[in-house]
């Protein structure tokens, strides 16, 4: 299974729910919403088999670095690619 996001790629930060915070989503809790950047990401796989995917992401302009699990992150919609172009005739 590839990995779903790439290096450089724009996300946002998935907003956590406030009913019962584990320790791990009442840290990230400050992060929701925010959106960053990609910036290096791997993989593990526990004896279970399965494969994990862990990304790096850069936190919008700061030089503040988090680890996230792919399912805590959501594409960046690009405002530019949902215009159309004024040019195209």
């Known amino acids: 299974m590839p990995a779903k ?3 450089g790629q724009k996300i ?3 907003p956590v729910s ?3 915070l584990s320790l791990r989503d009442a840290a ?4 929701s919403g925010q959106t960053g950047e990609i910036t290096d990401y ?4 526990p004896p279970t088999g399965q494969l994990f ?6 936190i919008g302009t700061s030089n ?3 680890v996230l699990y792919e399912d805590e992150i959501e594409y960046m919609l690009s405002k ?8 195209a005739k």
């Open 18 to 20: 406030e009913q019962s």
């Open 53 to 58: 995917y862990l990304y790096t992401v850069r």
């Open 12 to 14: 946002t930060i998935k």
């Open 28 to 31: 990230l809790h400050k992060y």
């Open 64 to 66: 503040e670095d988090i």
């Open 5 to 7: 996001y790439e290096i």
């Open 80 to 87: 530019k690619s949902s215009r159309r172009s004024s040019k």
């Open 42 to 45: 791997y993989w593990i796989r």
